[in-house]
């Protein structure tokens, strides 16, 4: 990373979370990776400093300015996090984290004996929210939200309950957007309550958008 401290500072999450549920299996959610990713070339596009905390993903990207902390888990991705949150000037959580953790992470391989087994799971740590506790002003939060039903109201939930300045409502209702796709097809809700519709587009262009929006944020913020 650069020596350059005036720069500000973008904290990105990517990628999947993987929560262990013995030394050889995990449960995870559809990510690649790719809209955070792209998120954190535009910002360093626009000379930020960027600290991507990112899931397993099997993309990369360098650059001087960016530096890039590899997690598994949600508590992970979380620790990463935390010490930057009194430092970063944006936010974005892109990152699809594992809801639900194993209770228990077995030492051993399980063997397949029973005909069925239970899995006990219990509640991550939910990071987007966390910052949101302890967010300042000055700061900005941007996070996403990928619904199948009442997509409008639920990223609105998402926007006051984990207090966000943005939320990316992601459409799954377009078969060439969200997981794995080079495209994506968002709507950028505001505290405002202001909709904006963007057609489907690659996500290179999809996060020049965000990215605009944020950075207005963030001017206004410093107004
Ligand atoms: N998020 C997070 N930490 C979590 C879960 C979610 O930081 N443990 C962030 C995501 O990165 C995303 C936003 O919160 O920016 C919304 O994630 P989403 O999974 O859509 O919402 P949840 O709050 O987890 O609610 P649900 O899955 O029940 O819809
Ligand atoms: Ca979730």
Avoid: W
Avoid at 95 to 101: G, I, M, N, R, S
Avoid at 197 to 220: E, S, T, W, Y
């Amino acid at each position: 990373m650069s020596t350059n401290s005036q720069k500000p500072i973008v904290l990105i999450t990517a990628g999947p979370t993987r929560e262990p549920i013995d030394p050889v299996r995990y449960i995870t959610n559809h990510s690649s990776g790719k809209m955070g990713y792209a998120i954190a070339g535009t910002f360093l596009d626009r000379g930020f400093r960027v600290i991507l905390v990112s899931g397993p993903v099997s993309i990369g990207l360098a650059h001087p300015d960016l530096a890039i902390v590899n997690v598994n888990t949600a508590d992970e991705m979380f620790a990463a996090c935390r010490q930057y949150f009194p430092v970063l000037q944006i936010a974005v959580f892109a990152a699809a984290v594992a809801d639900y953790k194993p209770a228990q992470v077995m030492t051993e391989k399980m063997k397949k004996l029973a005909p069925e087994f239970n899995l006990q799971m219990i509640k991550n740590v939910d990071i987007a929210r966390a910052f949101g506790e302890v967010k300042r002003d000055d700061q900005v939060s941007i996070g996403f939200a990928l619904e199948t039903n009442d997509e409008e109201q639920n990223a609105l939930k998402k926007l006051f309950s984990k207090n966000l300045d943005l939320v990316v409502l992601n459409s799954t209702r377009d078969n060439n957007a969200a997981f794995g796709f080079d495209t994506n097809k968002i709507t950028i809700i505001n505290r405002d309550f202001v909709f904006k519709r963007f057609p489907l587009k690659d996500k290179h262009a999809v996060a020049r958008d965000i990215a605009d929006i944020a950075v207005d944020i963030r001017n206004n913020v410093l107004n």
